[in-house]
Every structure is written in C-alpha cells, then in structure tokens.
C-alpha cells in the first residue's frame, strides 16, 4: 500500500520559514519524480517544486529563490523549504509521486502565512 504522509505545516507570520516534509513508503522511492503543489481555495492546485529521481529541480517563478526541494533516498523523505514566505503561499500543500503512469498523491499540509 502505497503512502505519502505530509508534515510540517501551520500557521507563519509573513517573512517566516517552514520545512514540509513527507514520508513515503509502497513506493521505490527513489526512482520517483517528487513533487509539491499546493491549493488555495478556490484555485487549481499548481505545483510549486519538482525534484528528479536524479536530483534536478524545477521551480516556477512564483517560488524561485525562496523555496528549495530536496530528497533524501535513504530515509524515503522529500521535504520542501520555504522562507520569506508570504501571505499568498497560503494553501493546502500536497506531496505527489510519478513514475511513468503511476501518480500518488498525499493527503495534505495545511500552510497558513498570516500577521
């Protein structure tokens, strides 16, 4: 049984840091495209990281420069970094798994950035 578990989220204050991390298993996790998106309400879910089997990254340019992705094989964890966060980052953040046609998703982190 395959599963993605999603920590680390909650509430911020503008400017702050978060470190999301999520803990996969079923999975020969390092041959997956990782990946993090997130919802806002009312919104598409966009993704926000990528991180290759490989190691290569993708960002959008909404994230660029404050978020980083990361991986660690051993431990089966992907994790996202954020700092100068801001109120727009608010949204439910999710974990997504790919390898070919397989696509797994978390159940989400709530990340709340508010004053």
């Known amino acids: 049984q395959v599963q993605l578990v999603e920590s680390g989220g909650g ?6 840091s978060l470190r999301l991390s999520c803990a ?29 089997s490989g190691g290569i990254t993708n960002y959008p340019d909404s994230v660029k420069g404050r978020f980083t992705i990361s991986r660690d094989n051993a431990k089966n964890t992907l994790y996202l970094q954020m700092k100068s ?13 790919n390898y070919a046609t397989l696509i797994y998703w978390g159940q989400g982190t709530q990340v709340t950035v508010s004053s």
Not at 11 to 16: A, I, S
Not at 90 to 95: D, F, G, K, P, R
Request: with cysteine; hydrophobic share 35%.
């Open 24 to 52: 996969a298993s079923g999975i020969t996790f390092s041959h997956y495209r990782m990946g993090w998106y997130r919802q806002a309400p009312g919104k598409q879910r966009e993704l926000v990281a990528a991180i290759t």
């Open 11 to 16: 509430l911020v204050q503008p400017g702050g």
């Open 85 to 97: 966060l801001k109120p727009e980052d608010t949204a439910v953040y999710y974990c997504n798994a």
